[in-house]
């Protein structure tokens, strides 16, 4: 599995847009980007998946430039409740497992 | 939106006891998994199984740790005797039917308390 680096954390205002970069330089051929996020007291949940160039969906952006050894993962016009911790996983769709790392904490101000 | 639950919310137990946490995986999905997360801590992976087996498990999981899918609907992990450091929350999630849906469904997760 690919290992990953990510801020420890982040602050932000409402209404703005968030950006959180991840480092990957040991990206394997067959890796996926995969992004989950944490609210406290409760379990993970995937937010957005991508193995190259840019995948959009109703949450998030993910950028992936063409040498895939970073990604960022962009929220646009946050609010308090994006307040959580973010996860960037690296590896095989076909793992078997996750494996966490401390990921970002993300506190949203008013 | 199908989603995945467990049981109980809160399990607070006496050193030394068995506990056994339930899950009620997402209806079609094929691949479930036991994952726990230590208060303040990484969530950390325990197992995975699939097709009424286990696939793969970390080592975390040893001989007090089992799991089981009695029934078509129900996935558990049992704590044979558990201890204070088993104390966290416990994340079930499962995904497919095809192996390469890698997005896994987590439940809400039940907080474990050893006294």
């Known amino acids: 599995l690919a290992k990953t680096t990510q801020p420890i954390s982040m602050d932000s205002y409402e209404g703005q847009e968030v950006n959180i970069t991840c480092s990957h330089n040991?990206?394997?051929?067959?890796?996926?980007i995969t992004w989950y996020q944490q609210f406290p007291s409760q379990g993970p949940r995937f937010i957005i998946q991508?193995?190259?160039t840019k995948v959009t969906n109703e949450v998030a952006s993910l950028f992936i430039p063409a040498d895939r050894k970073s990604s960022t993962l962009s929220l646009p016009r946050v609010s308090l409740s994006d307040t959580a911790v973010y996860y960037c996983?690296?590896?095989?769709?076909?793992?078997?497992?996750?494996?966490f790392g401390k990921g970002t904490r993300l506190h949203i101000l008013p | 939106e199908p989603e995945v639950t467990q049981t109980p919310s809160h399990q607070v137990t006496q050193m030394g006891q068995e506990v056994i946490l339930r899950c009620v995986p997402i209806?079609?999905?094929?691949?479930f998994y036991w994952y726990r997360q230590i208060l303040g801590q990484k969530v950390e992976f325990l197992v995975s199984?699939?097709?009424?087996?286990?696939?793969?498990k970390s080592e975390i999981f040893d001989d007090q740790f089992s799991v089981e899918r009695p029934d078509g609907s129900n996935f558990t992990l049992k704590i044979r005797s558990t201890k204070l450091e088993d104390s966290a929350m416990y994340f079930c999630?499962?995904?497919?039917?095809?192996?390469?849906?890698?997005?896994?469904?987590f439940g809400p997760g039940t907080r474990l308390t050893v006294l």
């Open positions: 996983l690296v590896g095989d769709r076909t793992d078997d497992k996750i494996i």
């Open positions: 040991n990206i394997a051929t067959n890796d996926y």
């Open positions: 999630a499962s995904s497919g039917p095809l192996a390469a849906d890698s997005e896994q469904f």
């Open positions: 209806s079609n999905h094929l691949y």
């Open positions: 199984f699939y097709n009424n087996e286990i696939s793969e």
């Open positions: 991508g193995y190259k």
